[in-house]
């Protein structure tokens, strides 16, 4: 199994940005599709973008255009970059890593607070 640490956390103003990372341990992060999932108080997990290992992103209605996910070129990492900033994008923030061919078991990171509020 592969260990995730989120980071890059914190309280922004409406209209801000932040840069959310995951860092992956294991020689394998390149085989890996990657991706960020959030869950507010009261709500179900829900996806937020997501990266295969060749590079294909995707991305929901709600985060298309504003949030960006893209991978470390040298480092075991995947980023979120997360640019105007709503209210309800306030959620805790999840790294998962899935192994497309199913061999490894998927791993989750224990999360990180994002917080928009004036």
């Known amino acids: 199994q592969v260990q995730l640490v989120e980071s890059g956390g914190g309280l922004v103003q409406p209209g801000g940005s932040l840069r959310l990372s995951c860092a992956a341990s294991?020689?394998?992060?390149?085989?890996?599709?990657m991706g960020w999932f959030r869950q507010a108080p009261g709500k179900q997990r829900e996806l937020v973008a997501s990266i295969t290992s060749g590079g294909n992103e995707r991305y929901t209605d709600s985060t298309l255009g504003r949030f960006t996910i893209s991978r470390g070129s040298a480092k075991n990492t995947v980023y979120l970059q997360m640019n105007s900033l709503k209210p309800e994008d306030t959620a805790i923030y999840y790294c998962?890593?899935?192994?497309?061919?199913?061999?490894?078991?998927?791993?989750w990171g224990q999360g990180t607070q994002v917080t928009v509020s004036s």
């Open positions: 294991g020689s394998i992060f390149s085989l890996l599709s």
């Open positions: 998962k890593a899935v192994d497309p061919k199913g061999v490894i078991p998927d791993s």
